[in-house]
């Protein structure tokens, strides 16, 4: 009989939840990250935080800033620094078209996931973005109370009063 082999169990993605509550999204990019060999096991292993990270351009190159990947354990003399500067990858146009729109109309640059496309490269999403007023949190917070009141309702498990 053959020996049953594991799958290889699928990278997870690192979600920024706080971001899509915090900013209104007006725009998305994909990017390329370039990261050391340590940083990419341990992002395959679904250790790393965006909760703090933004990103900047700087001398026409772009940033993402102040992300906390995790040592990788394995990783003994080659280990990486747990919250430096990672650069990313962009076509220029498309650097220069983003740093426009922060510099003139008060948006900001958030990383909102990283991931593994099919090719397993490691690539961040963008999100241009405008901060919230405490107004508007509250309105979305009751869109999606009045949502999943609904869902309830529509799925039974919630009974008519």
Known sequence: MAKDKKKAEAPKSIQNRKARFDYAISDEVEA??????????SLYLGKGHLNDAYCRVVNGEMFLLNMDIEPYEQASVFAHERRRDRKLLLHRREIDQLERKVMEKGFTLIPLSVYFNDKGR??????????????????????????????????GKLKDL
């Not at 961040?124 to 999606?144: C, F, H, P, T």
């Not at 009141?149 to 529509?154: G, H, M, N, T």
């Open 122 to 155: 490691v690539k961040v999403r963008i999100g241009l973005g405008r901060g919230k007023a405490n107004y508007d949190k509250r309105e979305s917070l009751a869109k999606d109370d009045t949502r999943r009141e609904a869902d309830r309702i529509r799925s």
């Open 32 to 41: 390329g990250a370039a990261l050391q060999g340590s940083e990419v096991k």
